[in-house]
Structure formats: C-alpha cells, structure tokens
C-alpha cells in the first residue's frame, strides 16, 4: 500500500542521512510521487533540500545519500534525476498488495488517525430562514457536509451546527412582510406592501395559513397601520437616501406591527420562523444534509452570554465610548476599522452577538472551530479572529472556508429557472432538475473558494464528460463483472494478484494505493475537491484497464486476480463517494 510505502522510503532516507548528516536527521522528509512514470513511482528532493545548509552540491549529496540507503525488498531500484532528485522504483508485488488491504479494510480503507479524535465543530450553510434555500447556499451546504464526512474518515470526532439567525432585523421583516400579506388577504388593500419587504410566494402562502387558522384576529384598522409611516421615494429612485427612506419605512410599519398586535406579534414572528426553519430542514435532509445542532442566535441574548462577552471584551480594555455607542478596537487586530458592538439606543449589533457565538464555541470544548462562509464574507475575517483574540483564545483553532457563488448554465448561457418569486433559484428547484447525485458533485467539482459554473446540461448527460455519471458507471460495471463471475468472496481474497503484470492493472493498483494520501492531504486542506478529483482518475484508470484487458478469461487463476482488482475498485469508490455523499448505483 503506498502510504505504508511512503513511510517506508521516509526510513531509508533517514537512515541514509543519519550516516551522511547526523545533524540534520530530525529534518522533515518528502516523499512525493513523479508526475511522470518515468521518474519512477516515487520521489524525494532531500538533497536539494539540505545541501544549501551542508554547503554541498545536490546532486553530490544525493550521491552520497543513495550510497547509504539501506537495502529494501520495497526497492527494486533508486537512481538520481535532475538536479539531484532521489526516485525510487518500487516492485510490481508491493505495488498490488493495495488490494488485498481494499478488500480486508472494505469501508475501512483509507480512514485515517490524524483527527486523533479531537473535536471539530463545523458551522456550515447558517442561512438566515427568511425563504428557501437558493443555489448559493446549495454550494455551501454540500461542500460543509462533504467536509464533515472527509473529516470524520480523517480521524476527527465532527459536530455540525446551522446558526439559526432567529434575533435579527431580517426575521421582524419576514413577520412584517407575513403580517400585511395577511391584511391584503383580510380586505386591507389600502395597506401597500413595501418593495424591500420579502416578496416571494411563501410569503403569502404563510399569510394565507395565518388567515386559516384565525380568521380576522390580527386584522387592525388600516389608518392604524400606516400611522407615522415616512412616505416612500418614487420606485425609479436608486440612490442612498431613498434607500435609507425605505429602511426606515419598514422600521417604522414593524414598530406598529408590534404595538398593535401586541402578544400577538411573537406568535406571528415564531409562526414564520418555525414554517421557514421546517421547509429548510426539510430541503437539507432531502439533499443529504443532516446537521447534529441548530443553533438559536436568540440563545445568546437569554443566556446573558452577548452581555457577559461585551463585559469580558471591555474589562481587557478593547472597547470604548463614542457618540454614546460602544466601539470594539478591531483595528488593534488587523482591521480595516473599529466595530459598534451596542448602539446607542443600547441595542447590540449584529458581530456582538457573533463575538459570543464564537465564545460559546470555545466553551463547549471543541479543539477546532471551522466556519463555512460565503466569499463575500472574506473582510469579515480579521474581526471575528481579532475579537477571538481579545477574549484570550486561541484564534489559530478557527478555521475559515470561503464559498464561491454558483452560477447555472444551460446550452452555454446563464439559465433562467423560474421559481415562485421568480427572483432567485431555490435548491428544491435544482435537484428536480438534475438529481441530487449530481447537485452534490458537481458544487463540489471545484476548490470551494473558486467560481463554479454549473452546467445543467452536462449534469444531466449520460456521457463520459459527465463526471457523476463516469465515475458510477466504473461502479456499476464492477458489480456486473461480480455478477457474472459469481464467485465467493474468500476466493478473491486468496487470488494471485502476482498475475496482474500489465501496465494497465500496475497503474489501477498504484492508483488505489493513493486514496489515504489523498484523504489526508484533503483533510489537512479542507478540501473535498481533491476526492472527486481522485474519484474521475481513478475512474479513468479502471474504465481504461476495463476496455484493454478482459477480466473474465479462461484461465481461473487471473481470472480471479482481475476480479480482485474490480472489486478492490468498487469498494474505494464506495468509500470515496461516501465522503462527497454520492450514491453508488449497481446497474445503470
């Protein structure tokens, strides 16, 4: 197996310079494999390395290193290339041992220790429940479950967690904007319903159950309603002022909505959360996404904790008053500019409650903190790690993925799909269309932090250009060669793998051995993107090996090798695609 291998070179590298360079054989060695074949399965610059602080010639000091490396059955040659790399040539039978560990590990091959079972707190998708999910929080939420998955085969003891912003500005307009879909409904069309409220078809379908479930309770006198409330700019108006005219149109409507419906306008507010929470969930857990803690933002003002964290941040000496606001010193830690944590109405912001999440995250014990955010969110960095810092923690512990929006494409142009309000593109909308297989690859095909373009019409192909596609039906051809043989399992784990001696099955096996290296590198990343890579070449090689050798030949002995070789194809893709939530279908 070649991380078992790696570690293996590593050793005799070492042990050739502890009889070169004691002094330098604590030194971190690579092993990395050659992009060509030629350079042989692996390779190690440890001369060019050293040999500026040896004051020696590289290529001299890899003379000298691979005159003292020990001799190895995992060796069958060493030689220097270039300017003074170290490539190792290993033996066909170490190379196939890979899939004898593949079909004793089954779900277990690959899995690696590194986590250590320390534990990591992943906060992913967090979108605040004011509508259904769109495609940029699509991409989100496969990248954090993929992500928890990867970590969890890494090692790590994974909690995931959706921030429910259930305290701000933006749930009082959903309740508002329910509330005078609700009056509409009720005979109230002297009541305008603003543009900047929340227009979509959920909306008044949320009204229409209010109006079913209590008649005329929350009607109120129109003249009532609209008491006090600024006039609107004309609609053509795009400037800054008629947007602040509108803000404070709405800010004034819900100050109303409060004082005339009174007890009620709890009921109305939680009403709305509770439908937009439920449809969230609901969407997740069709998409695969299971979240092990929902998290209340409401939690932290009846806890005390924001109180308690502005206190804390205060008592350090990192706030201070100005123009009777409360201001964070987010400058001392590499911001652009100080933050208002408590207005002066007294009234916290936004990042004071989001300093004491963070809080709380640390006090809950988790020795990794990994925060999913959109791009936008990248300036928001400094802030929340400079403010981790001034409550004395560790901020190093937090960890930060950005997520790129997701653009959909159909026939080479920008797509249009409709949706109830006809401005955003619902995620129940995309996996209608393309089947969820191929929402979860495809938003994770790409570094999360890198534009994707989704391509709708590739995503639905049954062609080799199409990723998901390629990669199952690798998988379904293995089954169907299972089938066919019908033999037992213990017959395949006693073949005789010395028989596979084509370049073809050597280069599936080496390909095999590389999915622990890839977990790790992934993890150590926080990058999925690097097991779907993995999983189109391996894929490749199979598909390959496939079409130039025939597994089911006469003669018993390699027939029963080539078969080991499948199944042990079948059984990395299986966990591959576990990691990236990917179905494995047997026949396609």
Known sequence: MSH??????????????????????????????????????????????LARSLKRNPRQLAQLLLAELPISPMVSRAEIAGAGFINFHVPAAA?????????????????????????VLVE??????????????????????????????AGWDVTSEYYVNDAGR?????????????????????????????????????????????????????????????????????????????????????????????????????????????????????????FDVWFSERSLFATGLVERCVAQLENGGHLYLQ??????RSTAFGDEKDRVLQRENGQYTYFAADIAYHLNKYERGFQRIVNVWGADHHGYIPRVKGAVSALGLDAGQLDVALVQFAVLYRAGRKAQMSTRSGEFVTLRTLRAEVGNDACRFFYVLRKADQHL????????????????????????????????????????????????DSAHELTLAARLGEFPEVVEAAAN?????????????????????????RMLVDDAALRDARVALAAAVRQVIRNAMAILGVSCPETM
């Open 4 to 49: 078992d291998l790696k570690t293996h070179l590593a050793d005799l590298m070492r042990a050739a310079l502890r009889s070169v360079a004691p002094a330098e054989a604590d030194c971190e060695i690579h092993i990395e494999r050659p992009k060509q074949a030629m350079h042989g399965d692996f390779s190690c610059n440890l001369a060019m390395q």
């Open 95 to 119: 190379k196939l041992e890979v899939i004898r560990a593949v079909l004793d590990e089954t779900r277990s091959f690959g899995r690696s220790t590194t986590g250590g079972r320390r534990k």
């Open 124 to 153: 992913f998708v967090s979108a605040n429940p004011t509508g259904p999910l769109h495609v940029g929080h699509g991409r989100g939420a496969a990248y954090g479950d993929s992500l928890c998955k990867l970590l969890a085969f």
């Open 170 to 290: 933006q749930m009082d307009i959903l309740a508002l904007s329910t509330w005078l879909r609700y009056l509409q409904l009720a005979g109230s069309d002297d009541v305008p319903f603003p543009s900047n409220a929340y227009q979509g078809g959920y909306v008044r379908e949320m009204a229409g159950q209010l109006q079913a479930a209590h008649g005329d309770r929350y009607r109120r006198p129109a003249a009532r309603v609209m008491n006090g409330v600024p006039e609107l700019p004309a609609t053509e108006r795009t400037d800054a002022e008629a947007t602040q005219q509108r803000e404070a149109h709405l800010d004034t409507l819900i100050a109303n909505a409060r004082q005339l419906l009174g007890g009620d306008w709890e009921y109305v507010h939680d009403h709305v959360l509770t439908e937009q929470l439920a449809d969230c969930r609901s969407d997740l857990e069709d998409s695969g996404v299971h």
């Open 323 to 328: 123009d009777g606001a409360r201001w964070f």
């Open 453 to 500: 373009d989704f391509d709708l019409d590739l995503a639905k192909s049954q062609s080799n250009d199409n990723p998901v596609y390629y990669i199952q039906y690798a998988h379904a051809r293995v089954c169907s060669v299972l089938t066919l043989w019908a033999g037992e399992p213990e017959t395949l784990a006693a073949a005789d793998l010395s028989r596979l």
């Open 525 to 549: 990343e926080l990058a999925p993107h690097l097991i779907a890579f993995y999983l189109r070449d391996l894929a490749a090689e199979f598909h390959s090996c496939y079409n130039a050798e």
